[in-house]
């Protein structure tokens, strides 16, 4: 599991 | 999305609504911490700051949630400093805030996923939000008190980052999907709740008041 960059979260 | 995830969403706009009920409905922020809500807003717009440089269309309902965060949460400072300024407890919300926005300003510095602005705020907004509800919790001590309402409301906001956690798990299983610093810093947001979901699941669930000491 690489840690993403992108926040998909709110 | 995951159930999780939904229901932490829902619980974080349920706690935005009780504040706002309860404020506006008694015409009080008794008890409310002004400054934990200023923390909540400067999260939700460094966090959110991507709705500002670049207006998209409020095609999904992420956009819109957004939007009902930065407002409600400005709306909110609004009638603890303004509307209803006279019923703050200036006295006992008396945390140093700058003791929270500095430490997060620089860790997000020093620990981030990518060195960039917007990154980096969406960073200091993480470590930020952690620690937002301290302030709330410290004149709680202060007061030695919290109204039911005002419980309902931490119960809510608590509940939010704990779900968010179980929503880690499922995605970390299933989508094999990492966030580590918002993970870490939702983490130790959640255990600054432990005394008080103890005190409210122990107190407010049965009627009582919550009072300190306990």
Request: charged share 15%.
């Amino acid at each position: 599991a690489s840690d993403n960059a992108v926040h998909d979260e709110l | 999305m995951n159930i999780f995830r939904l229901f932490g969403d829902l619980s974080h706009l349920a706690a935005i609504a009780i504040l706002l009920l309860k404020i506006w409905k008694t015409r009080s922020c008794a008890g409310v911490s002004g400054k934990t809500q200023l923390l909540f807003a400067v999260c939700f717009i460094t966090r959110y700051i991507d709705l500002f440089l670049h207006f998209v269309s409020l095609y999904n309902t992420e956009k819109v949630m957004k939007l009902i965060y930065i407002s409600a949460s400005v709306f909110t400072c609004y009638l603890i400093f303004f509307k209803f300024k006279a019923t703050y407890d200036g006295n006992h919300d008396s945390m140093r805030a700058e003791f929270l926005i500095v430490p997060a300003a620089g860790l997000a510095c020093l620990i981030n996923t990518k060195f960039d602005a917007i990154e980096i705020l969406w960073t200091f907004s993480i470590y930020l939000e952690a620690v937002a509800i301290l302030p709330q919790l410290f004149l709680i001590s202060k007061t030695g008190e919290a109204e039911t309402i005002t419980s309902h409301y931490l119960f809510a906001q608590g509940s939010y980052r704990a779900l968010y956690i179980l929503n880690w798990i499922y995605r970390y299983h299933y989508e094999s999907h990492v966030d580590t610093i918002a993970i870490v810093a939702g983490v130790v947001q959640t255990i600054l709740y432990c005394d008080f979901f103890y005190l409210y699941i122990t107190k407010v669930v049965k009627g009582q008041k919550i009072v300190l000491p306990a």
